[in-house]
């Protein structure tokens, strides 16, 4: 279906004042918001990861306050169980004939924004009850299969891995996430302003910003956005230069256990080409490629024991590949 050029801008402008809802509450942390928004506009799904108290629950609580999309919150512990979030059938009877039947009764998987909090705090058996629904978008149960309602869109937290009483996310969840963005501490004047906000007597009333509908249209448009030939074969080159079987670089084959996959290269472009589309833009730069490897990369590269037990991460072999491979020529920016 075609949206017409005065459409697109009405988007676009809405698309800004979410930003500056969700900033009412949210004080710096630009960069993760951004992040965010992309994984919302590429139809994917995020894991935010930050040490307790960096007001990661509140973003995902502001941002579905911005929107007008059915919001709901898993908490996870180590008790929880696979049918606490896709849901159960339970014995129903039919008052009028006396039959009994089973009756599927919807998990809080069944919504547009799932706040998955703490999804590292549960084993992994219950987190892999999300692997069919981040994946198909639906959710099979008892022989039959739930579609679920569009857009759909998990953000699930975690503590670092390294907090007493977590559990590692089975590497094929972690695929699944579009995004692996990690939350820092503020800065002295950020945190400034969150503590002079957050201990006075005042609320902030955050306005509705999109529907269902517009974001799905927003969805759409972002498949529009171009990408020059040129960049997409520097997106492979990145890719594939993480395998240490088939990389030239000496560094990853020294500090990389496992490299990123073709999804990996699927979810730059997808990335870059929201992150242009939020800036207002309908081509693909060189910065877009740039500001969203990291998040791309950073669940999808393995590292080995030996980098492990130097500190040298994912990030690390990312910017070192931007340094090593070179840039398509060309206005490219």
């Known amino acids: 279906m075609e949206i017409s050029e005065s459409s697109v801008q009405q988007l676009l402008q809405k698309l800004g004042q979410l930003v500056r809802e969700i900033q009412k509450v ?20 995020c894991l935010i990861e930050g040490v307790p108290g960096l007001a990661k629950t509140l973003m ?21 169980m696979p049918t606490d979030i896709v849901g159960t059938e339970v014995l129903e009877e039919d008052h009028s004939t006396g039959k009994r039947f089973f009756q599927f009764n919807k ?7 799932i706040l998955a909090d703490e999804i590292n705090r549960t084993p992994p058996k ?13 959710v ?24 007493a009483g977590t559990y590692p996310l089975p590497e ?63 997106v492979s080159s990145i890719i594939r230069a993480t395998r240490p079987a088939t990389s030239t670089n000496a560094y990853v ?35 877009d490629i740039q500001a969203m490897a990291r998040p791309v990369l950073r669940h999808r590269v393995l590292m080995n024991f030996k980098a492990e037990a130097e500190n040298i991460t994912s990030d690390d072999v990312t910017q070192t590949l931007f340094k090593s491979i070179s840039r398509p020529k060309g206005n490219l920016v």
Do not use: C
Request: glycine residues 8%; charged residues 20%; negative net charge.
């Open 60 to 80: 995902v609580r502001t941002m579905a306050q911005a929107l007008d999309l059915s919001f709901r919150r898993i908490q996870f512990t180590p008790d929880l």
């Open 253 to 287: 084959k020294e500090w990389v256990r496992w490299g990123a996959g073709p999804r990996a290269g699927q979810a730059l472009i997808l990335t870059a080409k929201a992150r242009a589309l939020l800036k207002g833009r309908y081509a693909v730069q060189m910065e």
């Open 140 to 163: 099979t149960y008892g022989g039959k299969t739930y579609p679920l309602d569009r857009p759909f869109f998990i953000l699930a937290t975690q503590n670092p891995i390294e907090q």
């Open 172 to 234: 094929a969840q972690l695929d699944r996430f579009l995004l692996y963005i990690r939350i820092g501490y503020p800065t002295e004047q950020e945190e400034t302003a969150i503590l002079t906000n957050t201990t006075a007597n005042r609320k902030t009333h955050v306005g509705q910003v999109l529907n269902a509908g517009e974001i799905q249209q927003l969805q759409a448009l972002v498949r529009d956005v171009t990408i020059n030939d040129d960049l997409v074969i520097y």
């Open 26 to 45: 949210i004080v710096g942390q630009d960069e993760v918001l951004e992040e965010v928004i992309v994984a919302l506009l590429a139809g994917g799904h």
């Open 126 to 138: 219950t987190q892999s009850a999300l692997l069919e629904a981040m994946q198909e978008f639906e």
């Open 107 to 113: 998990g809080p998987l069944f919504g547009n924004i």
